[in-house]
């Protein structure tokens, strides 16, 4: 039997319904495939398990499946780790694979799982062609990547790359525009999940959360004080609450990461052969970590130290495994803006409202606004006639003030009293009275079929 430590995953998952946040959208179903790495644990793909409500793992000897559960997930690495449930030893006499090391270019690989449209195991052979920071559709993440030209298809993802009979990667996407050409979340990302779980360390991948721009252009490198053999990438924006905040700030220049140089174009020589984003030096760091960076400011050259959070943005990037964030008031529905409501437009990158595709691209984060929070319906009712269409907008004030995000929003709708004056993004102006908006809330919620007037960790 070929490859017996590789896996089927069957996974039934329900995804929340941005549109209507207090509910959930039907269940579905799908497959995927892992690889057994120790005693009843299995390595997959986070997105093959995002979502999910009930799994099974199906192995090669036998029909039967067993029950498994997430153990630990990062969905910015798109990386899980399943358990077996029931029955007990469902995977003895499996002997686990081991994880190799990051392959070098043109090694040769073969890709192995369960694509869709059969039910025997598939095994797809190529050759590394790329090792370099590729965007993570999963967690929309610039993270380190190795492309194979092998093909991953639906089922296949999630499962092992194999190079010399060990454990190279897992494939997680196909190549976006390309036939036959795949992608796998390489071993020091994977090294970096495992080991850190065992540690308790926090699952996501640090960033240091600024917006750069490089420095090709001679006179712009000349006029910030360079030398001409000074490398490096110039910060441009700098977001509230994260590794960079009170350390980095607009107009400094960013030479080196932990005594690695950045070239002028943004880019590093990772582990000294591989050419890439300077993001690759986070590889295999953990939230927490202390990382040294080498900067010039106003011509003056500066050594700080600082210690890597999680990424953050104004606009959230996907979430899985979690509800959406709502607040219903006067028959208004409140959301915060993030991707997975802006997903709610078909084509959303071309047909969502500009103002949110602005601040999903160019939003910064600050002090005062850590969130935008938006009206993403109107459910009608007496108390809001005339105001149907100020939908997909969002809130520029609320009381002469801009809310700093959806919580103090929340607080301040209940626990002011008299009227209640918001101005849209249109310039549309809604005037609610507390006392009434109360009276009616039991009915709009009762004939909307709307079990709370907000989400679990909104304070009432």
């Not at 699952?203 to 053999?229: F, K, V, Y």
């Not at 591989?274 to 900067?295: C, M, P, S």
């Not at 409501?341 to 984060?365: I, M, S």
């Amino acid at each position: 039997m070929a490859f017996p430590e590789v896996v089927r995953i069957f996974a039934t998952t329900q995804d929340p319904d941005y549109d209507c946040p207090w509910q959930a959208r039907s269940p579905s179903s799908s497959t995927g495939s892992g690889v057994v790495i120790g005693p009843g644990e299995i390595l997959t793909g986070a997105h093959v398990v995002a979502n999910a409500t009930f799994l099974q793992v199906q192995k090669q000897s036998t029909p039967d499946k067993a029950v498994a559960r997430v153990k630990r997930v990062s969905h910015d690495c798109d990386l899980a780790l399943l358990e077996i449930v029931d029955p007990e030893g469902f995977l003895d006499g499996i002997a686990p694979a081991e994880i190799g090391e990051l392959p070098s270019l043109h090694a040769e690989v073969a890709v192995v799982g369960y694509p869709v449209g059969g039910e025997e195991i598939s095994v797809t052979k190529g050759v590394v062609s790329r090792i370099e920071v590729q965007h993570y559709s999963h967690s929309d993440r610039h993270l380190l990547a190795v492309t194979v030209d092998a093909a991953i298809n639906a089922g296949n993802s999630g499962g092992p790359v194999f190079a010399d009979g060990r454990v190279a990667g897992i494939a997680f996407q196909k190549l976006s525009g390309s036939e036959a050409i795949g992608e796998m979340v390489p071993t020091p990302l994977i090294r970096a999940f495992l080991e850190g779980g065992n540690l308790g360390l926090r699952p996501e991948a640090p960033a240091l959360g600024i917006a750069t721009q490089n420095l090709e252009n001679r006179l712009l490198h000349r006029q910030l004080g360079l030398s001409a053999d000074r490398s490096g990438v110039l910060v441009v924006r700098v977001e509230h609450g994260g590794t960079a905040d009170g350390v980095l700030q607009a107009r400094d220049v960013l030479h080196a990461i932990d005594g690695v140089a950045i070239a002028n174009n943004g880019t590093v020589q990772y582990l000294g052969r591989h050419r890439t984003r300077f993001e690759a030096v986070l590889t295999g760091k953990y939230v927490g970590d202390v990382v040294t960076l080498e900067v010039t400011r106003n011509g003056v050259p500066h050594v700080v130290q600082t210690t890597l959070r999680p990424r953050v943005r104004l606009v959230p990037r996907p979430s899985y495994d979690a509800r959406p964030a709502y607040f219903v008031y006067g028959g208004f529905v409140f959301q915060p803006l993030t991707q997975d409501f802006l997903a709610t437009w078909n084509e959303w990158w071309n047909k969502a409202p500009k103002e949110f595709l602005y601040h999903y691209y160019y939003g910064l984060r600050t002090a005062d606004r850590r969130e935008i929070v938006v009206i993403t319906q109107v459910l009608a009712d007496e108390i809001n006639v005339g105001y149907a269409h100020l939908h997909s907008e969002g809130v520029i004030t609320l009381d002469g003030k801009a809310p700093m995000d959806m919580a103090a929003f929340v607080q301040e709708l209940d626990t002011s009293e008299g009227i209640h004056e918001i101005v849209t993004s249109s310039g549309g102006v809604i005037m609610l009275d507390a006392l009434r908006v109360r009276a009616a809330m039991p009915r709009i919620l009762e004939r909307y079929r709307i079990p709370r007037d907000r989400s679990q960790g909104l304070a009432h």
